[in-house]
């Protein structure tokens, strides 16, 4: 256990992070109880490890760096999946289609969610931490940059809803049922979560909902789904949406107050 | 780990491989020490992980798998290139380091702290100071970390403990400053 020179060595550091069975760390206890330089060095290595390198920075990711990646990772879905196709795969290709087929005749309406459940379930998924954001920033012009060099085919803002108490926590390159899609999200009074969403679309395309709303001249579309209340608005040639947990009123007034008619 | 639906494949390996960024950025900044190249060598890595997303078996660990991939991208980078960072001779890393390199790594990494430790794990040789970066920073285990640098275990102990030793002999004046170990000095 000991060097040529009776002291512990490396067996120090698996003391130390705890890499030793009970009877060999009984015998470095032993020895460290009558030998200065071993607990000096021990003190010395504890103190690398659980001082000095845990007063290292985290740089926070350039938010041109997350962009960066959301537009690889965009350019690498366009490309052609190449794959070799052998008995098995096609087997299963088969298959799967023969799955496709009967599942559009045992659902008419087609495979896939509503807009309105997509967006519902994205918030959901942001809710529970499997969605991440591209970036983290309350910085507003940081998530419009980050959206612009991500590649979105449409002019898009972030809201400044600070006056309604409403802090900006960050921006995601998304897609919304295969269509590019701007989301960013708030955290507001309570802890509850604001995602908002912006995507090239019509409002006619939405299914029709049992609550429609007009104010200023703009007609919303309010869904609900279980708890999440969903509120659709035209700007232009963009369909712009919140999604909250919040209290429907108060969600529906956040869209009348940032609104705009195009 | 199959994914039919591209949509589906890419919100999985986001949700996995996203909140990695930071810890990539932070490490890759660490291994180049230049903002441009540690971006550059985080992008990559996301490319490749997200080509290679289908091979990645669920419930294995994240961590590993991209830092596996992270230091692949950064060694073929400096390897073919020949611009590995400049090493110093174990033995001159005793030596006060140079005040103009201090005031250019302050610049660069901000002046929010002492630039001490920052400086200190810098001039250590790369084959010390990764496996620093994997386990006490990022909090990889020995086996994880071997598995990241394609080494044996037994290798990632002994360059932990050297580099340990070697960064506790660049800090000691500043550790004592801040009350650590003042009585000894270890052997190093």
Known sequence: MTDSAGHLGVTLQDFLDERLDAARQVEVREHLEGCAQCRSELAALRWVRDVALKQLPVEDVPPALAARVAAALNAADKQPVRRRWGRRAVAGALLAAAAVVLLLLVSPSGIGDTLPEAVARDFTAYRDGTLPLTLHTSDGAAVERLFAAGGAPFAMRVFDLGMMQYQLVGGRVHRLRSRPSALFVYRGPDGRDLVCQMYEGRLADLPRSDDMREHNGINFQVYRAGTVTLVFWQEGAVVCVLASDADAEAVIQLAYAKAVKV | ?188
């Open chain 2, 1 to 188: 780990m199959s994914h039919p639906d591209p949509d589906e494949r890419r919100r999985q390996f986001e949700s996995i491989a996203l909140p990695l960024m930071q810890a990539l950025y932070n490490t890759s900044l660490r291994l180049t020490t230049d903002a441009d190249e540690a971006a550059d060598i985080v992008q990559e890595t996301f490319l490749r992980a997200y080509r290679t997303f289908d091979n990645f078996r669920p419930g294995t660990n994240a961590r590993a798998w991209l830092f596996t991939i992270l230091y692949s991208v950064f060694a073929n980078r400096y390897r073919e290139a020949k611009r590995r960072p400049r090493m110093e001779a174990v033995e001159q890393l005793e030596a006060p380091a140079n005040p103009e390199s201090d005031i250019t790594l302050v610049a660069a990494w901000g002046s929010r702290w002492n630039p001490e430790v920052e400086r200190a794990l810098r001039r250590l040789p790369e084959d010390f100071r990764t496996p620093l970066l994997l386990i006490d920073v990022e909090g990889l285990s020995y086996e994880e970390a071997a598995s990241v640098l394609g080494c044996a275990v037994g290798t990632i102990g002994s360059r932990l403990f050297r580099g340990r030793k070697l960064l506790y002999a660049m800090l000691q004046e500043y550790a004592h400053q801040a009350g650590y170990g003042k009585d000894t000095a270890p052997d190093s």
